[in-house]
């Protein structure tokens, strides 16, 4: 819901603050007073387009900023999330005019682009009126409404999952299509470069274990040399570090059986000689094995002049030569196959469009069905609220196809279009008068009339539009008496599903508010300034109601009926 608006330096507004509240919050003032500034400044923070000529004259920047809390409203999270701006329960919009023409739109003190505000706006708030930031006159949404009216999720969403595996078929199909030559163009190269690796037939590590063999056999000469040499310092040589170690051990033996503290410096000296006899034989077994063989380093060379000749080739590594060896394979299957996977992949498009066309079919026959409560209701609501003669219905078409190419919908052997909302497309017709005939919704004049037909359709579908917040303006133009009261009422209803804020000179309106603001023209320093205040005791709520049906001049009849429309 809005919890606040901050104008500044916009139209005839200096600067203000206006704290709204759940529910009706009614706008009343004088004629001239600036009443429709409010609306006009909320409108553009929602998103709809303005130049600099509301900037107050002497003045370089007009400011406007609305909080809002969207706490449970998931759907505006994703958006903002979308957007790249931080996400808190209290959202923050703010638009800049300036003077130069650098306009700036903020998301949560985060420059965003108008469009992102728009989308924003667009799900925080209906503005009827002159206004054209209306829902309900774009008539894609309408098909929504109808969804949303009869909590047609289930139905949709098993629509749904048929039109993305669709989807999905048909751009494997579409993609085999358009890869078919090219696949077949490339199928002698694919062949060449598959022999070329298979016959190396690489590992992904080969090359490490082959330079670590390399490295042994290229300095057998050393190694053999070397083994020689430790066995007989071991061992073999006069003074050998065995024949040291029993010296020095027999020399242990002796100190110890004189003291005692040298026994265990004689248990490490016996365990020296075990670990130089395992040294030993280890070294003894190595030099036994080694062998030159000059065919097998030849060998090892060649292999890894050729692997290292595939990795240049195909990527760098041993691990990209083999994943592009794994995919120029699957190409060439698929290549080889081209019949069967097109033949395949059709006879699954043949099964899921029968599943999609009987499940649209039956969300069409879903919708129909509700369309005609959804008329009923909202033609007695507009004879309630003085358009008596109005006819409202709700029209269905579905598009025919000329092409079966990537067609989601057959019925009865005839191709439709359709989109993720299934074939219907559904738009609103309205008529105000008897023998006029029915013209779209969204082709309506605009003015008084236009508030209460959205006021109707608004009541009608109003658990099920999602939209937190509704403001309206001129809704009581042309209506007086018992259709004021009826509107009145209507408004107070809306308000338990919705947060409304709406304008009216009207007594039978103003007198249901749940929160009331007056807007008041002054003169300062010989300059006009509209100011808006809250109403905040029932004595000055009182004054006035009864000021819209008596004027200036304030009469105890007037403050009665006052009272009566207020129910106090």
Do not use: W
Request: proline share 1%.
């Amino acid at each position: 819901m809005l919890k606040k608006l901050l104008i500044k330096n916009y139209a005839l507004i200096d600067e203000v603050e206006i704290d709204f509240q759940n529910g009706l919050n009614i706008i009343t003032g004088e004629t001239g007073s600036g009443k429709s500034i409010i609306m006009d400044s909320l409108n553009l923070i929602l998103g709809e387009r303005a130049n600099n000529d509301v900037i107050r004259k002497d003045e370089q920047k007009a400011v406007v900023e609305a909080h809002f809390d969207i706490t449970n409203n998931k759907k505006i999270k994703k958006i903002i999330e979308n957007a790249d701006v931080d996400c808190f329960d209290d959202l923050i919009l703010r638009r800049e005019i300036n003077l130069k023409g650098q306009n700036r739109c903020f998301i949560n003190d985060t420059p965003t682009s108008l469009s992102s505000l728009k989308e924003v706006g667009d799900s925080l708030m209906d503005l009827h009126g002159q206004h054209e930031h209306q829902s309900l006159l774009k008539a894609e949404a309408h098909i929504d409404m109808v969804d949303e009216y009869g909590n047609l999720q289930n139905l949709i969403n098993d629509y749904q999952s048929s039109y993305k595996k669709l989807s999905e078929l048909f751009k494997q199909l579409n993609d085999l299509t358009e890869n078919e030559k090219k696949l077949k163009e490339k199928m002698s190269l694919y062949e060449f470069q598959i022999k070329e690796i298979d016959e190396i037939d690489p590992k992904e590590n080969e090359i490490e274990e082959i330079e670590a063999e390399l490295t042994i056999l290229e300095n057998h000469e050393e190694l053999h040399e070397s083994t020689t040499a430790l066995h007989e310092l071991f061992y073999s040589n006069e003074n050998s570090i065995r024949d040291q170690l029993i010296l020095c051990r027999n020399k242990l033996d002796d100190l110890s059986k004189i003291d005692k503290s040298f026994l265990d410096t004689f248990s490490e000296i016996k365990n020296a000689e075990i670990i130089i006899e395992e040294v030993n034989r280890f070294v003894q077994e190595y030099n036994s094995k080694i062998e030159f063989d000059p065919a097998r380093l030849e060998e090892l060379r060649k292999r890894v002049i050729n692997l290292n000749k595939l990795k240049k080739k195909y990527g760098g590594s041993l691990k990209s030569v083999i994943e592009h060896r794994e995919a120029i394979g699957k190409e060439y299957s698929l290549a080889e196959n081209f019949e069967f996977e097109i033949e395949n992949i059709q006879k699954q498009i043949k099964s899921e469009q029968t599943l999609s066309s009987e499940k649209a079919l039956k969300l069409s026959n879903k919708r129909k069905e509700l369309s005609k409560k959804i008329e009923k209701s909202i033609v007695a609501t507009l004879h309630e609220l003085g358009i008596e003669k109005a006819s409202f219905e709700i029209r269905f078409e579905k598009k025919q196809r000329d092409s079966n190419k990537n067609t989601f919908i057959i019925l009865d052997g005839k191709n439709y279009e359709a989109n993720s909302k299934g074939f219907d497309f559904v738009e609103f017709f309205i008529s105000l008068n008897v023998g006029e005939e029915l013209k779209p919704l969204v082709k309506v004049a605009s003015g008084g009339e236009i508030s209460r037909i959205m006021l109707a359709l608004k009541s009608i579908l109003a658990k099920s539009d999602k939209l937190p917040g509704l403001a309206f303006d001129e809704i009581d133009v042309g209506v007086s008496g018992r259709i004021a009261q009826k509107v009145g009422q209507c408004l107070k209803n809306l308000a338990s599903y919705h947060q409304i804020l709406a304008i009216t000179h009207l007594p039978q309106i103003a007198g249901l508010a749940h929160v009331h603001f007056v807007v008041e023209k002054t003169a300062n320093n010989k300059r006009s300034a509209t100011t808006i205040r809250k109403l905040t005791t029932n004595k000055e709520r009182i004054n006035e109601v009864a000021k819209l049906i008596s004027g200036e001049n304030i009469t105890e009849t007037a403050l009665a009926s006052a009272k009566e429309l207020m129910g106090l």
